[in-house]
């Protein structure tokens, strides 16, 4: 049924529209994900959504245990439209939630943060699986329950005087290369199975087409008749 949606919804779209569609998904993938823990700066968090929209990333995960994700629309440019967005605020202590959700759908915990056992980011090995990349807040960084729960730690060199990048150059810089790799070894299957694909590809194609739930209610009653 989700694939003779897109089919039925595509005669609303512009031809040009619809082959940019099949051009970007191929090149979507949810083998990385990024979470953001408490980012507090909205301009830092909304680089990162035009960042990961840029390089392929389909989810970022906002954990809200103090602070509150806001969109700076200025700095996404309507990136925001095209990704997958998850919020977690519902619980005191959030972070833990959500590494274990994660850990579920088989993602290993990999935290930025300076740590005995960190690895550079060159060395990374991403044939082990899936990996939610963990960044923590600007001031402070990743919280203790982060840190804690997280399966591996890695860093990105540096060579100068300062002991960190921002925030959002962070999420660039370990993002382009990671995307880089993904897309240069062949035995890592990093690209959305054929659900996922139709699934985005009916979220953006609906956020394209004015009044898309009339539209949509004739099809099903069209369907069902």
Not at 6 to 22: G, K
Not at 45 to 67: M, P, Y
Not at 151 to 175: H, K, Q, R, W, Y
Request: aromatic share 10%; proline share 1%; with cysteine.
């Amino acid at each position: 049924m989700k694939h003779e949606l897109y089919t039925y919804l595509s005669q609303f779209v512009l031809e040009r529209r619809l082959e940019l569609f099949e051009k970007i998904i191929d090149y979507r993938t949810r083998y990385i994900t990024v979470v953001l823990e408490d980012a507090y700066q909205a301009q830092n968090a909304s680089a990162v959504i035009r960042t990961c929209d840029s390089l392929g990333i389909q989810d970022i995960h906002f954990i809200e245990n103090k602070n509150k994700f806001n969109l700076d629309k200025e700095v996404a440019l309507g990136s925001e439209k095209w990704l997958s967005l998850h919020t977690y605020k519902k619980k005191a202590s959030n972070s833990l939630m959500v590494i274990n959700h994660l850990k579920t759908q088989g993602y290993r915990i990999v935290a930025t943060s300076p740590h005995k056992n960190d690895v550079d980011l060159y060395d990374f090995d991403l044939t082990k699986g899936k990996i939610a990349i963990f960044f923590g807040t600007e001031l402070s960084g990743l919280s203790d329950a982060a840190i804690k729960n997280s399966d591996e730690f890695i860093n990105i060199p540096m060579f100068g005087f300062t002991e960190s990048f921002n925030l959002s150059v962070s999420v660039a810089l370990i993002l382009q290369h990671l995307v880089r790799c993904l897309h240069s070894t062949e035995n890592i299957a990093w690209q959305l199975t054929d659900e996922e694909r139709i699934d985005v590809l009916l979220s953006w194609i609906k956020k394209s087409i004015r009044k898309v739930d009339l539209i949509e209610k004739r099809f099903l009653a069209s369907s069902n008749s």
